[in-house]
């Protein structure tokens, strides 16, 4: 079974994010960047798949800048097998790399696509939902769990009320959840084999793929400062300020 | 809390564009190496300094290395930690690949090792301490002994250690009493106190490999009749396999100013019959030996002042950027703002970060030189014998400066321990004192690098030269021209207290060494500030080139501030080293 793993570049987790001062995005410049957290989980996932003997072959790709080959290498550290760049300097929106990735999965026939529910830096999660409805294949989104048998997946989900247990037929797609597992820290020599595996960069033109944005970002702000405190005097005055200030009843 | 994250663009910066990577990499032995695997190297590094190593590091301060009855049990986390660091195979980046390492060169491991020191200093000497070891016995040491302790130590599943100082024998290594006495069958019996042995004892690994300086009955006196043996925790038996407990113990741990995560023990060996040690190399020739690793451990503990400066930065930083206080001047007084917006603030941090970024290009700067000269390169062999006292000392004096300025960007809150701040500059006031203090590092620098050299001044006047040339280029930008300026006249400091020193050397001594701490000061900030030039240099090649990215115009803003501001200095130094020695030993010893 071959396994599919769409990562994505974003600022690294532990970076405080800094809205530019013309209000027009976030601060990147000398940022440190890294691998969208939810997408180390699905590489793990992938790899501990591989390593368990479910999975052939663990295939990485990343729609993006040139950049990006640094985030396949790290998946290839943990241990996928090769890694596919889309290279593209233009915005990529969440259905421009749903389709990038369509392209990609066409070409490669994997029987599982997992990649990480959103990324830390846009939030959209959407990407994982569009390339399941293009494919038409199955999804399974916020996994906690996951069991490959049989040509299913059983997969666990975490949703509002609880968890949530859902079987797939392969071909499917899986979006992965903070529980999924821990991901590990790539030894240093698999870190220097990593190198010696293949990376192959294509072009979304070559792919087919109109990546034109689809969407305009009018503004970005930073969330609203949070104001001091009061104190309330009694129990019903705070019963009063939840129902008639905070609205919460 | 702040989180430690790696610098890693600068890093990069001065790894590929100053220090010269790719060349590094083309270097024989090098093969494995190129640039985009040490970017991944830098990578997965950085990952493991903030997940691992970095949140461990308050609770070694706070909770430190404890005693009892000779176990010494580490901070809570560090054996775990230490196990992980050994399973994803850090420990042996730089170790040669014939006893398991990597191979990596030097310039690679020193980035490395700068994220480990800045974000676990206390963690990060006890593999420090191993890879010295670990040097000194796969250069001197018999073929039995290095196949028998060293793939395990390489590994890292041994750690290793130096036991030089004795109560009576600090920087006089001279007056080392430790006694070995021949069994006949080639070990010796060994038997003294050491003293300030880092992680010379701990429960994160099965066995110790001590490295210890000790004298033969008939041992010339004085520093011709030492020997180094090495005495393992427990005795190895020929199939690998561990043995007997050895005849040493830790008698107790020192309570410190700082690095509580790094348990420096008091070491009694031989309060029996003796621990059974074997002699590395040949007898007598003990200091020799650890005289060639000092370059590595001198550019490590140098890096400290980098690593710890680093961190002290990162913290103050965010801390200017949250603390809102005050208006800024010219400003409505309502209009409060973080106080990175006050310009004493910026200051402070512009000064921390241009002074970091200096004394980081001159240690990796100093490392591929070691790599060059590795790779048989005689003038790089002499530029990096110039320059490693200056990275040691200059570096960890300005780390100690560095980190009180951290403290005091907090105000108030930064004289708290629970802010955080006050760990390193704690931390960091060790690391002027051991490897050789800053009076050490100076005196090697004016005597066997400079004015007692075969052809004195050889080395200092060629590094002098090439300064000019650096000169030369940037009074040909006109943006740049004015740096040039700085740095002409900081390298003309430099030239005559150079100058002055090989003419007055033999002559007056004293007088000469009365200044050598001024002269270390003075070479490092000439040094310094020559790469913070090139620096620029680079800068401003890819500015002109088109590239837009706002890291070069950050670079010639931290150069020029470091030329206009540290630079200046050369010119005092330089009086001091010249006609300030008259002045130092004015008062007699009887009226102080």
């Known amino acids: 079974m071959k396994v599919l793993v769409p990562v994505k570049r974003v600022m690294d987790y532990n970076v405080k994010a800094r809205v530019k001062s013309d209000g027009t995005g976030v601060d990147l410049a000398n940022v440190k960047m890294s691998m969208n957290p939810f997408d180390e989980i699905a590489v793990e996932e992938a790899v501990r798949l591989k390593e368990a003997g479910t999975a052939t072959e663990v295939v990485a790709v990343s729609c993006g800048v040139a950049a990006c080959q640094e985030t396949l290498r790290t998946a290839m550290a943990i241990g996928a097998d090769r890694a596919v760049l889309v290279e593209s300097d233009a915005e990529l929106q969440p259905l421009a790399v749903a389709k990038l990735l369509k392209a990609v999965a066409d070409k490669e026939s994997p029987q599982l696509v997992i990649l990480g529910k959103q990324a830390i830096d846009d939030d959209s999660n959407q990407v994982g939902q569009m390339l399941a409805a293009l494919l038409g294949w199955p999804q399974a989104t916020f996994a906690s769990k996951v069991v490959i048998a049989d040509g299913k997946a059983t997969v666990t989900r975490e949703v509002d009320g609880g968890l949530e247990t859902v079987a797939l037929t392969l071909p499917a797609v899986v979006t992965t959840d903070l529980r999924l597992n821990e991901p590990r820290y790539a030894t240093l020599p698999n870190i220097m084999k990593a190198k010696k ?53 | ?160 250690t130096m036991n030089l100082t004795e109560p009576s024998a600090g920087s006089d290594l001279a007056a080392i009493r430790t006694r070995a006495l021949p069994v006949g069958d080639g070990s010796y019996r060994i038997s003294g106190t050491k003293i300030f042995i880092t992680w010379g004892e701990h429960n994160m690994t099965e066995n110790i490999v001590h490295l210890v300086l000790g004298r033969l009955p008939d041992a010339p006196p004085g520093v011709k009749g030492i020997s180094l043996f090495l005495v393992p925790k427990f005795l190895v038996n020929d199939d690998g396999s561990l043995g007997a407990r050895n005849d040493l113990v830790c008698a107790s741990v020192e309570h410190k100013m700082g690095i509580h995560g790094s348990p420096t023990a008091v070491m009694a060996f031989g309060e029996g019959e003796g621990a059974l040690g074997w002699v590395i190399g040949e007898e007598n020739k003990g200091l020799g030996y650890m005289f060639t690793m000092m370059n590595h451990a001198r550019v490590n503990v140098g890096l400290e002042g980098v690593g710890i400066s680093e961190r002290s930065f990162q913290h103050a930083l965010a801390y200017a950027r949250e603390r809102v206080q005050g208006a800024p001047v010219g400003t409505a007084p309502a209009d409060k703002k973080p106080i990175l917006h006050h310009p004493d603030v910026r200051r402070m941090l512009m000064d921390m970060k241009s002074r970091t970024e200096a004394m980081r290009t001159l240690a990796y700067y100093v490392a591929a030189e070691m790599d060059r000269a590795h790779a048989g390169n005689e003038a790089s062999r002499a530029r990096v014998d110039l320059l490693t006292p200056v990275v040691k000392g200059w570096s960890t004096e300005q780390g100690i400066e560095l980190a009180s300025t951290g403290v005091q960007v907090f105000g108030g809150l930064g004289f708290i321990e629970e802010t955080g701040a006050c760990q390193y500059y704690r931390d960091s006031r060790i690391t002027t004192i051991y490897e050789g203090t800053t009076g050490i590092q100076a005196n090697d620098l004016i005597g066997r690098k400079l004015a007692r050299e075969k052809n004195p001044g050889v080395a200092m006047r060629a590094l002098l030269a090439e300064i000019a040339a650096t000169v030369a280029e940037l009074k040909a930008d006109a943006e740049l021209a004015a740096i040039g300026g700085q740095l002409e006249a900081g390298a003309a400091a430099l030239a005559s207290a150079t100058d002055w020193l090989i003419a007055n050397y033999e002559a007056d ?37 088109g590239s837009s990215d706002p890291f070069y115009t950050g670079k010639i803003a931290t150069a020029t501030y470091f030329a206009s501001h540290q630079l200046p200095f050369a010119d005092a130094y330089s009086a001091e080293v010249t006609g300030g020695s008259a002045a130092t030993l004015a008062l007699a010893e009887n009226l102080f």
């Open chain 2, 509 to 545: 001594t004293a007088a000469a060494l009365a200044g050598a701490v001024p002269f270390l000061k003075l070479t490092g900030i000439v040094a310094g500030g020559w790469l913070m030039a090139k620096s620029a240099l680079v800068a401003r090649r890819q500015i002109a080139a």
């Open chain 1, 197 to 249: 595996k293949t990376l192959d960069t294509l072009k979304p033109d070559a792919l087919g793929v109109d990546v034109s944005p689809r969407l305009t970002t009018v503004r970005v702000s930073e969330p609203p400062k949070r104001s001091a405190g009061i104190k309330v005097a009694d129990v019903a005055q705070l019963v009063d300020k939840l129902k008639n200030e905070a609205k919460v009843f």
């Open chain 2, 1 to 160: 809390m702040s989180t430690y994250l790696a610098p890693m663009r600068d890093m990069q910066f001065i790894m590929n564009e100053v220090a010269g990577l790719e060349e590094v990499c083309a270097l024989p032995g090098n093969e494995e190496c190129s640039v985009e695997l040490v970017e991944s190297i830098l990578e997965e590094a950085a990952k493991f300094a903030t997940g691992v190593l970095d949140p461990i590091n308050a609770v070694g301060d706070r909770d430190g290395a404890t005693c009892a009855d000779g176990v010494v049990t580490a901070t809570p986390g560090f054996k775990e930690a230490y196990q992980l660091f050994v399973e994803t195979g850090w420990n042996s980046l730089h170790c040669s690949p014939e006893y398991g390492g990597q191979g990596l060169p030097t310039l690679v491991s020193t980035a490395v090792n700068e994220m480990w020191k800045s974000s676990n200093m206390a963690f990060a000497l006890c593999p420090m301490l191993t890879g010295g070891a670990i040097e000194a016995i796969a250069h001197h040491a018999s073929p039995e002994l290095r196949a028998k302790y060293l793939p395990k130590m390489v590994e890292g599943s041994w750690t290793g």
